[in-house]
């Protein structure tokens, strides 16, 4: 089955997202056919177009969403661009940027609704990237007011930290730092984890449940919850639909009923759902 016809036949969930809430991490991926995957990924989705990400989210109940480009794509942005341009009250994005990127190249993405740029450091899709590059990248964003993306693993989280605890830019870790929910919450990794999401410009997204546990998703609840409590208002969530690289199918009404357990009083659900990503990518 297609990933546009699994859009139309998910589940709904019970928990009923509050108004404005936000899909803060999702992608679009293709169509293939009008914007091609990038000749060195390390993997091939299924196309994923804007239309069967909107038809979920109409589906789910959220209002906005960020759209963070997926390395199959490279830095070619188009895809998520035109997401954002098909609604730019309800969509921001996050783009792959290189050394190539000109000032006219960051106006375009700006005005295109793009708000940060996004750096992986997971292994299997390649791994760190040229740190010259990241410095001078980090650079150019800091007079925009961007943010940076990091999407980490849990045996970087140490070595990286102070980097990233120097870094002059608001950064955002994905996946809660894709620690073993299994190890809890007093493993070295998420207490490092821990510590950057205190620092006044660290943000993180408690996304990725479905990366770190297996449902019910138990194990990934107390790691959620811990950097719900220490972020407060630099925490986001989003669904990570349509998952790539997955261990297994996940059910995004399922991840939607999560968010009562990792966010348990209408104040934080507020915040976590609505205000925080309204503030970071300029929502109305």
Avoid at 115 to 130: C, E, I, M, Q, S
Wanted: hydrophobic letters at 40%; one cysteine or more.
């Amino acid at each position: 089955m297609s990933v546009t016809a699994q859009a139309f036949t998910r589940n709904r969930p019970q928990f009923k997202l509050p108004p404005g809430a936000c899909d803060a991490h999702c992608h679009v991926f293709g169509p293939a056919s009008k914007f091609p995957y990038a000749p060195n990924r390390r993997y091939t989705p299924q196309d994923a177009p804007k239309e069967t990400l909107r038809a979920l989210h109409d589906h789910l109940g959220i209002d906005r969403a960020v759209i963070v480009q997926a390395s199959c794509h490279g830095a070619d942005n188009r895809a998520m661009l035109d997401c954002i341009a098909s609604d730019p009250a309800r969509y921001r994005g996050v783009a792959i940027v290189d050394d190539s990127f000109t000032e006219a190249d960051y106006d375009r993405l700006h005005a295109g609704g793009v708000r940060g740029v996004r750096f992986n450091f997971v292994k299997h899709l390649g791994g760190a990237p040229d740190m010259a590059v990241f410095r001078r990248v980090i650079d150019r964003i800091k007079e925009r007011g961007w943010h940076v993306v990091l999407h980490l693993n849990e045996d970087n989280i140490i070595p990286l930290s102070d980097m990233i605890a120097a870094l002059p830019v608001p950064f955002v870790i994905d996946h809660m730092g894709r620690v073993d929910a299994g190890k809890g919450v007093e493993q070295p990794a998420f207490q490092a984890l821990l510590a950057l999401v205190r620092r006044d410009n660290g943000w993180v997204k408690v996304t990725g449940s479905e990366r770190i546990a297996f449902p019910p998703y138990a194990e990934a609840i107390p790691i959620a919850r811990a950097l719900v409590q220490a972020g407060g208002g630099r925490v986001l969530w989003g669904t990570d639909f349509p998952h790539p690289n997955s261990t297994h199918e996940a059910d995004e009404a399922e991840l939607v009923d999560l968010i009562p357990r990792l966010a348990p009083t209408a104040a934080e659900q507020q915040r976590v759902l609505v205000e925080n990503p309204a503030r970071l990518y300029g929502f109305a």
